[in-house]
């Protein structure tokens, strides 16, 4: 049973950082991606960006271009987003997932989600 845990998540004022962890237990031989989400109140959850399990090929969707990086390290099973200038509407619910089948970027193919690290940016 693959289980997922994000950390790292808080009050940061803008133009701030954070990093965000997401760590695995269970089976991630298999994965084909891991991927950054996030649902701000009132909002559809939305892809911030993935990367690929075993090459490493990220994606980013347009609000994380050139201000959020997505890494990862397959020994330690975990996930990071590396978040840069953070602005007011950066506020949200992110979420981590991991899916099995050939994509990045089709929400409905992750199979695995954790549960949610909340980040409030202050203007």
């Known amino acids: 049973q693959v289980q997922l845990v994000e950390s790292g998540g808080g009050l940061v004022q803008a133009g701030g950082s954070l990093r965000l962890s997401c760590a695995a237990s269970g089976r991630t031989s298999d994965w084909f991606a891991a991927g950054w989400f996030r649902q701000a109140p009132g909002k559809e959850r939305e892809i911030i960006g993935a990367i690929s399990w075993s090459a490493g090929i990220t994606y980013y969707a347009e609000p994380a271009k050139d201000r959020f990086t997505i890494s990862r390290d397959r020994d330690k099973k975990t996930v990071y987003l590396q978040m840069f200038s953070l602005k007011p509407e950066d506020t949200a619910s992110y979420y981590c997932?991991?899916?099995?089948?050939?994509?990045?970027?089709?929400?409905?193919?992750?199979?695995?989600w954790g549960q949610g690290t909340q980040v409030t940016v202050s203007s």
């Open positions: 997932a991991a899916t099995n089948a050939y994509t990045l970027t089709r929400q409905s193919d992750y199979k695995y």
